[in-house]
Structures are given as structure tokens and as C-alpha cells.
């Protein structure tokens, strides 16, 4: 995993350019910077990808479930949440966000023993509940 840095984008090789583009936000993005850097971090990601990529939709997938959140409310998550509300809105034309909490059951037995990977069953169960959601976004 990595964070939201957008000097890491480039163009593709040949200035091929892609259809779908998804990003998947994790955690080492949450605890890693205070939110207001997160947000900025963020809204020059997604610049940089737009400029890039005119013409791709772009997928932002909300982290998923993990099991040392337990059974609390998404509430607890609210920062992240809302962060993701502010980017999204800012390229709405252009972004859709997928809720990750919504993905993969919260059943620790899915995931991997560090509590944050999901394990086989869980990426199939993942791909199982993304592929129809990209095939509805990119109209296939």
C-alpha cells in the first residue's frame, strides 16, 4: 500500500489512455496524516489523475472493513468519511465512490491475520461484489 501522491502518476506508456481508473483508499492513508493534509493530499491526487486521464472514469473505493474496528459505527470512522464526501463532491463529474465498508462481510475469518487484508475467500467475495458495479460504471 501507499498514500495519496500525486507525483507518483504518470502517463502510460505509448499516451495509451484507460477507460476505468480505481484507487483504493486504505488505511495507511488515514493514520498516517492529520485530515487537513489528507484532504489536500487527496484534491492534488485527483487533479493530477483528471489531467492525466481526460476521459477515464475514475473509481474511489473506500476502505474496507477491518477487524480492529469490531462491531463500532461507521461514526468513529467520520473524518475519513467525510473526506471522502469533499473529494468526491470537488470531481463529481468525474469520480464515483464506492463504498468499501459495503464490499466484504465483517467477518474477521475473511481477512488475513493482520485484521486489514482480505484473505482468498475475502477477494473473492470483494471481486464478486466490484466486477458488476465496474461493469455498470463503464456502461459494459
Known sequence: GYVHDARVLAPLPGGRQPDLVTVAYGINDRGLKKPEHNRADMIAFYETLTELYPAARILMLSPLWTTFMGDRPLETCGDTYALFADVRAAFA???TLIDGLSLVP???ELFCPD??????AGYVIWRE????????????
Open 93 to 95: 463529474d468525474r469520480v
Open 106 to 108: 465483517h467477518r474477521p
Open 129 to 140: 461484489a466490484v466486477t458488476p458495479l465496474f461493469r455498470q460504471i463503464c456502461g459494459k
Open 115 to 120: 485484521g486489514v487484508h482480505p484473505n482468498d
